[in-house]
């Protein structure tokens, strides 16, 4: 299972979705692509205050409150939504 843990300006993503066998998992991809794309984002505005990305471990930490959080939050949540035995939000 993904867990993932939001607020505004910290996001943390670790596991596995399990779905699918390693390589051919669209839940892991679908996750993975949001979190990378959260990560270009606040790269493109100079915003990472913290990185660290690992095999089943992702943490993004900002300097300040970004709505591009939101955003990817809002997607992970539909992914949750439907695929909810792969994927769950702590809160």
Do not use: N, W
């Amino acid at each position: 299972m993904i867990e993932v843990t939001f607020t505004h300006q910290r996001m943390t993503v670790q596991g596995h979705a399990e779905y699918a066998p390693h390589g051919k998992d669209i839940v892991c991809a679908a996750v993975s692509a949001l979190a990378y794309a959260l990560i270009g984002a606040l790269e493109e505005d100079g915003l990472i205050r913290e990185l660290v990305v690992r095999p089943g471990f992702m943490t993004v930490v900002a300097k300040k409150e970004d709505k591009a959080f939101d955003v990817v939050r809002c997607g992970i949540l539909q992914i949750a939504a439907r695929y909810p035995q792969c994927v769950s939000i702590r809160k």
